[in-house]
Structures are given as structure tokens and as C-alpha cells.
């Protein structure tokens, strides 16, 4: 039996984002009886939520949207070399409509537990609405940075003021005009909100635990000229992205040590790069990430470009991350957030040296004192990577749960199917490339290769999908031992889960993308190695 009947569905698609729609696309057209259920009232996962002002991609858009139709990529004409999120929630909701996609989708629908049941060979899933599904394949595309952290602050209960996370904006917007607002966090979606919040607002306060490293973006409108390089050789670019690069985006790469240069050199080269924008500064040099003493070459640069925009040296100096490699964060891309400092209505509070006490009713008591507010704005971060999954009570063969299994680090075969959860495909799960690559190449990948593998499950009559216990620590060791052999791990960050107290600090995205998509193609011809296939026909006669 191929076709489930009686209302089961061949495939139930958690969320609606970039991962969602186009796995529903794949499925539709492979002739799958798939539904998508998203707990947001439209599309657009992460660019949904994070409506906060100066929300922006920091990949190029030429880049960062699909690829996986050519019309779609001809028709579609960004505006500008980094698109704002409207831009990038048009662009999705536009990638809905043209491929007919909503009449699939359930909305503000949020999928609470899946339980596997061995006999049926059926997930069990159940929605915030009590609704119960069933369905002979899950597949999360629930998102890698979706769900939102608000720091468990003493006190926070008491403000009697508004406070917003930035990955929960409210949908209508907030206006800042007159108000005296506070700010915490300054990672990439702080940054990107300090300057927008610092011109409507009447004082802003920066809380700042661990200072970060940020390039300036330089966004100007794209050019005809810029758009016909990219759209007249898309399907020679997007190739190359996808299969030579690790980060599945296009830069100028390098081609040698920073440690081969003249400093003179070096100097020019940062310079350069630094003048032609966003992430290009972090390919100035092939040993970046890999040499502690090439990295620190480029982190004096930025730490040099800091003290050079920011007039007072006390604050300048608050602002400098000494404490981790640069990169070895995920990197800032900013439009004049250094120079928001230079403005007499903002404050930088550097957590570090007045540690931050409670929240008041009023405001918020550091070390040195209380200061009022009337709106606190957290830019505290997400749950990365995991945070979707394990907020789902996936329960799986033998009544584990998968947070129980994960409690000790998430361990996934490819990042897709952890051992004892069959027939559930993560996207951007653990040990993916995820964060570490332009998302959109990362998902079209994860699409492909779960399309592809459920149509031979098809055609061959097989009905259940697990890893292999084998396969899957043999893969939790390859992500580490890649990661180890690079700066990464030094940085106590969101990538190991060091954000989140009592998270298990193990590094969890793949670096490499491209090596990603070879070692995922190998395994295929090798007849999906390490997965575990069941044939129904030896399954029924058992
Ligand atoms: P991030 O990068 O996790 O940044 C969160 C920031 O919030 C970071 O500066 C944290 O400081 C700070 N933070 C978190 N908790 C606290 C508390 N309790 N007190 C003070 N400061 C705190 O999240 P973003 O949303 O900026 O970016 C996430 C990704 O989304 C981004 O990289 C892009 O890929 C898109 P810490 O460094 O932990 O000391």
C-alpha cells in the first residue's frame, strides 16, 4: 500500500517559511498527499516574526532566494543588494501565490506533539487546537533561529512598561517616537536595531553584555547592471554557490594566508574589503578561521575601524570584543551602528562592569543605579538549531522522547533523522550545515534530498525510514571533528548552544555545505547508507 487512505497524509510539513513552502512544492508535484501547518496567520516563517525595525538579510538578495525555478528567478526583481524583511516577506508570500501553495497550508495551527506509533507505522501529531493528524511522514521545517528567548530577568513580571522581543514583533509595529527606551542584546538583530530605534526614540539605552564584531553592509539600491550579471548566468552562479562553496554563497574568494601578506598589504586588502561591504571582509584571507594568528590580523582591523568611528575612547573600548576570534560569532552585518554611538540620545551600558540586577516597575537596577524606561526591547536571541524541535513533544519508537534523547547534545544521522524517531526529516536540523551557509541552499538541498528519498521509498515499496545507530555517531564525531579542526569552538556562542543555561554545549551546524551536498549524494548511491529501509511487504508478513 502506497497511498494512505482514510484521511492520512503521505507527508505533514511543520511550518510555513522558506523550508515549508517549497517542501510542499517538491511533494505536490512527486504526486505526495502532503499538508503544511504554521502557527503564524500567513507565511514566511523567521520573516514573519521578526518584524523589528532595521530587520534585513545580511546575504545578498541576488542570493538569497531560491533557485529552484528559473522563471521565478527571472521574474522576481529585488530592489535593493540586501533586502529588508517586507521585501523578503513579499518575495515569500509572492512564491505562495504563484505556485498555488495555501490551499495546503493550515494556519495559526501550531504543532505541539508527534508521537510515532510502531504498529501503524503512523505518526500520531497533535495541534495547539486538541485537532489530532495522522500522517506516514513528518518533516520539520520548522526553523533553526524561530524560537525566541527572553532571559529569565528578575523582576520582569513587575515593568510596567511594554517590552517586545525582536523575534516576536508585534505585527502592527511599535512607535518609538518620544520614548525612552532600553535595548538588550547586541548580537546580529540588535545591531541592526539600534540605529533605526536610536532616530525615533527619544533615549535609547544599549545593554551590552559581550560586545560584538560588525561589518558595515554598505546596501544601495542594486543596479540594472548588478542584476543582469546575476540573472543572466543565474543557473551557472547558483551551481557554483551550491557546489564550491562552503557557505553556499558567492564572494570574492581568497587566495592566501593572512599570514603570507606584508602588513602594508594586509592592511589594503581589509581596507577593500571592508569599503565593498557585508561578508566579503571575512574572505579577505583563506586561513581566517582556521590560524589564530591570521584571525587576530583581521580582528585588529575591525577592532582599529571601531576606535576610529566611535568619538569616546571609553566607549570605543566597551565596544571591542576581545574576548573570542572574530567569525568565530556569527558576524554582524550593520548599517552605522558604530556611528549610533556618536548621538547624545544613546547610552551603551556595559553589562560586564555594572551587572544587571532586576527590572523594576520603571526601568532596570545595574550595579551603578536605576534607569526609567518606557519600552525594553530584547535582542536576546533564540533557542538555535534545536529549540523548534525540542519544543515539540516528539515521542518516538519505545515512548523516548527526543528531548530525553538529546539531553546530553542533539545527535541527528546528516542532521535529518535521529536514530528511533523514523520516518521524522529534520530541516537545518543538528549537525546540517544550517546557520553556517546561505539558508535558502541549505533548505533547497534538505528539499531535494527528502523528495528524492521518499520517491524511492515509493518506488521500492519501502515504508519506513530510521538511521542507523552507527551511522548517526559516526556523524555526530565528523561535525565535531570539522569543527574542531578550525577557531570555531572558541567562541562560547549560539552554534554551542552556549546561549541557553544548561544547554549541552556541543557544536551543532556542519561547516561546509558544499561537502554537505557530496557526502549526501555519496550516501544515496551507496543505497542510503547508515539509514535503516523497511520493506512493508517483510514488514506485513512478519
Ligand atoms: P544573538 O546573536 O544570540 O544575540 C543575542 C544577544 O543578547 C547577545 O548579545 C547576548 O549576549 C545578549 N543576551 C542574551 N541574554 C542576555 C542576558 N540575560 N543579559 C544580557 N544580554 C543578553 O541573537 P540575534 O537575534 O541577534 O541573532 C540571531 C541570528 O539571527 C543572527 O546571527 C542571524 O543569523 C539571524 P551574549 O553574547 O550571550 O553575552
Partial sequence: ?????????????????????????????????????????????????????????????????????????????????????????????????????????????RIVAARFDDASNRWEVETDKGELLHAQYVVSAAGCLSTPRLPDLPGLGNFKGKFYHTGDWPREGVDFTGLRVALIGTGSSGIQAIPEIAKQAKQLTVFQRTPNFSLPARNAPLTDAQIHHWKSQYAQLRKYAREETRSGTIYDFPVKSALDASDEERTGEYEARWQKGGANFMHSYNDLAISEAANTTAADFVRAKIRETVKDPAVAEALSPYDYPIFTKRICVDTEYFETYNRDNVELVDLRKKPLDTITATGIHTADGERDFDAIVFATGFDAITGALTSIDIVGLGGRTLKDKWSEGPRAYLGLISQGFPNLFMMTGPGSPSVLSNVIVSIEQHVDFISDCLEHMRRAGIDRIDASQEAENEWVAHVNEVASQTLYPRAASWYMGANIPGKPRVFMPYIGVNVYREKCDEIVRDGYRGFVLRDERAAASV
Fill in 1 to 109: 500500500k502506497t497511498q494512505p487512505g482514510d484521511g492520512t497524509l503521505h507527508v505533514l510539513v511543520i511550518g510555513a517559511g522558506f523550508g515549508g513552502l517549497y517542501m510542499l512544492h517538491r511533494l505536490r508535484k512527486a504526486g505526495f498527499k502532503a499538508h503544511a501547518y504554521e502557527a503564524a496567520d500567513n507565511v514566511g516563517g523567521t520573516w514573519y516574526w521578526n518584524r523589528y525595525p532595521g530587520a534585513r538579510c545580511d546575504v545578498e538578495s541576488m542570493q538569497y532566494s531560491y533557485s529552484f525555478d528559473e522563471e521565478l528567478q527571472q521574474e522576481w526583481n529585488w530592489s535593493e543588494r540586501f533586502a529588508t524583511q517586507p521585501e523578503i516577506l513579499r518575495y515569500i508570500n509572492h512564491v505562495a501565490d504563484r505556485f498555488d501553495l495555501r490551499r495546503d497550508i493550515t494556519f495559526n495551527t
